[in-house]
Structures are given as C-alpha cells and as structure tokens.
C-alpha cells in the first residue's frame, strides 16, 4: 500500500475498499448509531453511553470489511483519513452523492 500524504489523494483509495454495497450499508449504519449514541449521552449527561462509540462504529465496518468485502480496513494503516473518510462516505451517502 502506498502512503498517502492527503486526504484527497487518499479518499479515492478508500472508496475502492468499500465497492460492496453491504459493506457501504454496514458503515453507514454503524456510523449513524455512533450519532445517536453520541446525541443521547449529550442530552442525557449520561457519559456511560460513550462505551458505545468505538463498538458501534468499529464493529459494523468490520463485519462490512471481513464478511463482505473481505479486505483488511485501512483504519488499520490509516486511521485519521480512514475515519475522515467514513464521514465523508456517510455524508455523501445521506447526500445522494453515493448510493445506498
């Protein structure tokens, strides 16, 4: 795998390890639950919630990735563009701009 120096090198890549439409589906049901999760210990106060965060948004790209799409995610080897990338996924998907 070649080093990425930029997000806009690197999102390109990203997308190409994410061509299965489960695995798309997974990521962006996983990262949809991290912001109820997240909106529900803010508007609770209740901080025990935050466990969650890392399960929910890890543990339903992994099923995507080693079930589906049967690739090693690239959170391993990038792990801020990989989660940059998962927001821009999840934005572009809510968009329209990538199908669901």
Not at 15 to 23: D, E, K, M, P
Request: glycine content about 6%.
């Amino acid at each position: 795998m070649s080093r990425y120096t930029s997000f806009r090198t690197f999102y390109p890549f990203y997308l190409s390890q994410h061509a299965n439409r489960t695995c798309r589906r997974l990521h962006f049901v996983g990262s949809w639950l991290v912001l109820m999760v997240l909106f529900t210990a803010i508007t609770t106060s209740n901080w025990a919630w935050l466990w969650a965060v890392p399960v929910l948004g890890y543990g339903f790209a992994w099923v995507g990735h080693f079930f589906f799409e049967h690739n090693r995610p690239a959170t391993f080897t990038y792990p801020l563009y990989s989660l940059m990338g998962d927001w821009v996924m999840f934005w572009q998907t809510l968009t329209g701009k990538l199908r669901f």
